[in-house]
């Protein structure tokens, strides 16, 4: 089956530009994860989607980003006013979702290949 | 404060021989998971292995085992008959309940032939 898709590949804009990163989570997952990850580093927790609503958007680091999943399924991620410093691999990841495997700790996520967005 | 740490920032094994990648974690919660990726250079995160608070015993997959120590916080991932296309960052990180998971800064590994 199909896994975590994520377009585009590749994304370089100019300062002060918006920008919009797609995910298409593995077909039936409820949870979806949003992850930027600077050169050198592990990924950065940003936001989480249980369904529809973000459960979780303490990682967003200021009002510039913002994310949406209006139908459950595909997510958006976008920044408006992109600086120098957004530069990054931009990741997405789905899990099953289910209460009981949140809850345990136990719901695996699995990645898509990720967006390299790179600022000018 | 950290919650996961990976103290090696990069390890040489050689082909065929076995490799332990250290990570200890540091949490109060009673219920939660720990997990390895696997990082090539094309940038896709891989999911190799996960481990359970309350598991008894310790996680397999294939090639992979997770050397889990409840009471010294520590759940490394050792890599057994080393490959070529082992060679990767790899990652441990952790999920208490229903939070977000953290990440280490990972161990880049490096299999010579």
């Known amino acids: 089956g199909a896994g975590v898709s994520q377009t585009p590949s590749n994304k370089v804009t100019e300062k002060g530009k918006y920008v919009e990163l797609r995910c298409d989570p593995i077909s039936g997952h409820t949870a979806l994860y949003w992850y930027r990850q600077s050169l050198g580093q592990g990924p950065e927790f940003l936001i989480y989607f249980q369904g529809t609503g973000a459960a979780d958007d303490s990682g967003l680091p200021n009002d510039r980003f913002f994310a949406v999943r209006p139908e459950g399924s595909v997510s958006t991620l976008k920044i408006q006013r992109t600086e120098r410093g957004d530069s990054a691999v931009y990741l997405c990841?789905?899990?099953?979702?289910?209460?009981?495997?949140?809850?345990?700790?136990?719901?695996?996520?699995?990645f898509g290949p990720g967006t390299r967005l790179t600022v000018l | 404060a950290q919650k996961i740490t990976q103290t090696q920032p990069g390890m040489f094994v050689q082909e065929k021989e076995a490799v332990t990648l250290d990570c200890t974690y540091d949490?109060?919660?009673?219920?939660?998971?720990l997990f390895w990726y696997k990082q090539p250079s094309s940038g896709e995160m891989i999911f190799l292995i996960y481990q359970g608070s309350y598991d008894q015993q310790n996680a397999t997959e294939g090639r992979y085992s997770l050397n889990f120590q409840k009471a010294r916080k520590s759940a490394n991932l050792v890599i057994s008959a080393s490959q070529l296309g082992d060679s990767a960052m790899y990652f441990c990180a952790m999920r208490e309940g229903i939070d977000d998971m953290r990440f280490g800064a990972g161990t880049r590994l490096t299999v010579k032939p």
């Open positions: 990841a789905s899990s099953p979702g289910t209460l009981a495997l949140a809850s345990s700790g136990t719901d695996t996520q699995y």
């Open positions: 949490t109060s919660d009673p219920s939660y998971g």
